[in-house]
């Protein structure tokens, strides 16, 4: 069972990763609603409009949007919903657009991308992580290979800290930006075993102006043999 965007942001950060402040909506009138309650709540002046649907690719689709005032908040919405989005992960009737998500724009000094998911080869958990975010992570596997990092927990130790900073040090992290990292990571596990998650993928995972690891994006699976144990979910 895949999880929406806004979705996999909650339960992230009732785990305690840091997201960025967002709503959804299902209409153009609750997302300039939305913006006006993020403006009141965090100042902000401007806005990125998310399509809200289980495929990736949605940025070069026109499924991300950025709205520099609220009437364009409401022009960037009335565009995405109630239309169906094609990317590269869809059929060619694409996936029908029923909610965008409203998140309070952020700078960004750079992305990287971080996933945890159940790796069925090696029969555990494996992490993956690579400076190069924001991007197919695919591509990057294929082309530069020397940039995805991989830690695959092993069974009978459990989750080894010293792995996490390993992982930290390699993406080049230092100070309180790598004690950020190796958080974020022991939470992604905690949600995978008390979730039963098969996927947590955060890309872009980025560096704000302030030296914070923000889950910029969140593609959150849980297994569905196990969603006997997840009826909140």
Do not use: C
């Not at 530069?144 to 390993?166: A, F, R, V």
Request: hydrophobic share 40%.
């Amino acid at each position: 069972m895949n999880l929406h965007e806004y979705q996999g942001k909650e339960l992230l950060n009732s785990f305690g990763v840091r997201v960025q402040r967002g709503i959804v909506a299902t209409s153009t009138e609750q997302a300039v609603s939305a913006a006006k309650k993020l403006q009141e709540d965090t100042g902000t002046n401007w806005w990125v409009i998310k399509a809200q649907v289980h495929a990736g690719g949605r940025g070069k689709a026109g499924g991300v949007k950025i709205a520099s005032s609220i009437a364009e908040v409401h022009e960037r919405a009335s565009e995405m919903l109630g239309t169906n989005l094609i990317t590269k992960q869809t059929d060619q009737k694409g996936l029908p657009v029923n909610q965008v998500y409203v998140e309070s724009g952020t700078s960004i000094q750079s992305e990287y991308y971080l996933s945890l998911l159940v790796d069925r080869t090696k029969e555990s958990w494996t992490y993956i992580a690579s400076i190069e975010g924001g991007v197919d992570i695919e591509a990057v596997a294929e082309e530069s290979p020397e940039k995805i990092i991989n830690y695959t927990i092993d069974p009978l130790k459990g989750l080894e800290l010293y792995s996490l900073k390993q992982m930290a040090d390699r993406m080049g992290f230092t100070d309180d930006v790598h004690s950020q990292f190796v958080s974020i990571t022991k939470r992604m596990f905690e949600i995978a075993k008390d979730k039963d998650a098969n996927l947590i993928e955060v890309n872009p995972l980025i560096l704000d102006d302030h030296n914070q690891l923000i889950a910029l994006d969140a593609k959150i699976s849980i297994e569905s043999n196990a969603l006997f144990r997840q009826e909140e979910l």
